[in-house]
Structure formats: C-alpha cells, structure tokens
C-alpha cells in the first residue's frame, strides 16, 4: 500500500504523476529528452541504461516497464536481452561500446564520483562519443531519482507482463505522458460565519 493516497489503477510513476501534475509535466519532459530520441544513442539502447540502473536500484516497476519499452524496440530478442542486462549487462548479447556505456551507469548509480577516466576512456575506445556518455551518466542519474520517487512512496507494481507489454507499446508510440489529473482528498475546511 503506497504511503500516501494514489488513484487506483496508476502503477509505479503513474500514480505519483497523476497525484502531482504540476511535477508530472516536467519529470515526463525530461523522460521524454532522455529516451525518446535516436540522437546518439538509440531509444532502444536509451532504455536498456534506465532498465540496468533500475535493476540495480531494485526498483521493479522502472525496470519492468523500461524493459519492456526496451523489448519492444529491440523485436523479436528484446526480452533475451533486457533479461540479461537485468541479470548481468556483462554477459549480454551486447555491442562492447554498449557494454561500456552500461559500466559508466552502474558506476553513477553507486555515486557519481565513482565514474573513472580509464571507464570513460574505454568507452570512447569502443565508439563512444561525448553525448553518448552525457546521455549514459543523464539517464543514470535521472533513473536513480525516478527509481526513488516510486519506491519512495511504496507505489504500486502489478506483477503480469503483459500489462507492462502493453504499456511499452503506448510508450514507443506516444512518449511518456502524464495520466489525467488527480487530485488528492481535500480537508474539510469550516465555514467562518
């Protein structure tokens, strides 16, 4: 049960979002930036750095929904390899640069002083460019407060994939977007007469 009073049927992020539209609005443009664009990066290597951080962060919502969208994006492999990036990114079918990438946000989600030069050097040794790594240690980062934000308030997360299959599917078409606005309970406020 979350720890605050969240609309019914709004797992994870959602419910929080719909809870507080004015913080929704921003924190899904800032998804939206991160993940949401081919630039560099692609989505599907985008969503597979927010699955890896959330599976360190043992946050099961984030990475069951950014699996998925990852999943979606990579076809008919895509749950192969967003299971081993959740297991152990090292042993995934995954290009070296990839891998690379992947070192630097496991090393931002324990701290980002724990980023070296040598894991920066060889990720640009295996292709990396500067925004590749920008956006890697960005979504890292970024994950680690989205992470929070729904274990922090005991959200809800369905356990049946195929919810989150077909969220990942909306998400690939739409980008991710805030649920209609919720409002929590008022207080009774008495009458001055």
């Known amino acids: 049960m979350a720890h605050i009073q969240l609309p019914d049927g709004l797992p994870g992020i959602r419910g929080p979002m719909a809870f507080s539209p004015q913080t929704a609005e921003p924190l899904?443009?800032?998804?939206?930036?991160?993940l949401q664009t081919d630039d560099g990066l692609s989505r599907a290597e985008r969503e597979l750095i927010a699955t890896c951080v959330s599976a360190l962060n043992d946050c099961f919502?984030?990475?069951t929904i950014h699996g998925a969208v990852a999943s979606h994006y990579l076809g008919q492999e895509g749950e192969t390899v967003v299971n081993a990036?959740?297991?152990?990114?090292?042993?995934?079918?995954?290009?070296?640069?990839?891998?690379?990438?992947?070192?630097i946000a496991e090393?931002?989600?324990?701290?980002?002083?724990?980023v070296s030069h040598e894991q920066v050097a060889a990720a640009r040794s295996e292709g990396a460019t500067d925004k590749d790594i920008h956006d890697t240690v960005l979504i890292a980062a970024a994950?680690?407060?989205?992470?929070?934000?729904?274990?922090?308030l005991a959200t809800a997360a369905p356990t049946d994939p195929a919810l989150y299959r077909t969220r990942a599917a909306k998400v690939a078409e739409q980008g991710y977007t805030a649920p209609d606005g919720y409002r929590p309970p008022q207080p009774q406020t008495k009458e001055l007469h």
């Open 61 to 63: 919502f984030c990475q």
């Open 85 to 103: 990036v959740r297991c152990d990114y090292r042993q995934a079918a995954l290009s070296d640069k990839m891998k690379a990438l992947l070192a």
């Open 107 to 114: 090393s931002v989600q324990r701290g980002g002083k724990h």
């Open 28 to 34: 899904n443009a800032l998804a939206n930036a991160l």
């Open 143 to 152: 994950f680690c407060m989205f992470n929070r934000y729904v274990d922090g």
